[in-house]
């Protein structure tokens, strides 16, 4: 079990996103998290785009985790999205991104965002994963990928990506 999968819900994973800038992005993603969350749409842009102003939330191989804190949320709140196409987004390797964990956190958030950030890059950081997310025919695969995934404690050598959280962390 990992602590993604307490938190992700069925209609905040979307596959084949069309979004051909990190504005636009936000925006989409932003919309969907304003649906299930009830949290405004403008709210959750301005926190993701904040952030992303302090440093990039990229960590390579095509991935990104967006995050953000948001007044007013009760418990923090997740969506993952695959893009039709891949987006620049100022990664460190200069792949552009076409998988996104985007993550909001409460406005006083615990620990728990910082452990879920170091989870995702655990998880993203293992090349088989990113393949089989990016070969998943469907949103509703790449929701049992992330929910079935097992976080290890024991760093694989089949490890392709540093996870980086301190760099991602607000």
Not at 17 to 26: G, H, I, P, T, V
Not at 79 to 92: C, M, Q, S, W
Not at 103 to 131: C, N, T, V, W, Y
Not at 153 to 162: D, G, L, M, Q, V
Request: aromatic share 4%.
């Amino acid at each position: 079990m990992n602590l993604v999968s307490t938190l992700l819900k069925p209609e905040n994973v979307l596959a084949g996103m069309e979004a051909n800038s990190k504005k636009r992005l936000f925006e989409l993603a932003s919309q969907v998290l304003e649906s299930s969350e009830g949290v405004p749409a403008k709210d959750i842009f301005e926190s993701l785009a904040s952030r992303e102003k302090l440093g990039c939330t990229a960590l390579g191989h095509g991935i990104a985790i967006p995050h953000g804190r948001i007044k007013g949320l009760k418990e923090t709140a997740c969506a993952f999205v695959r893009t039709l196409e891949p987006i620049d987004f100022d990664a460190p390797d200069s792949v552009p991104v076409d998988l996104l964990f985007i993550l909001l956190a409460p406005e006083a958030a615990s620990d728990l965002h910082l452990q879920i950030l170091a989870e995702l890059a655990q998880m993203f950081s293992e090349k088989g994963m990113r393949d089989r997310l990016r070969a998943a025919p469907d949103a509703e695969t790449l929701y049992r990928l992330i929910r079935e995934w097992t976080p290890s404690s024991i760093p694989s050598p089949s490890r392709t990506c540093s996870p980086r959280p301190a760099r991602s962390c607000s």
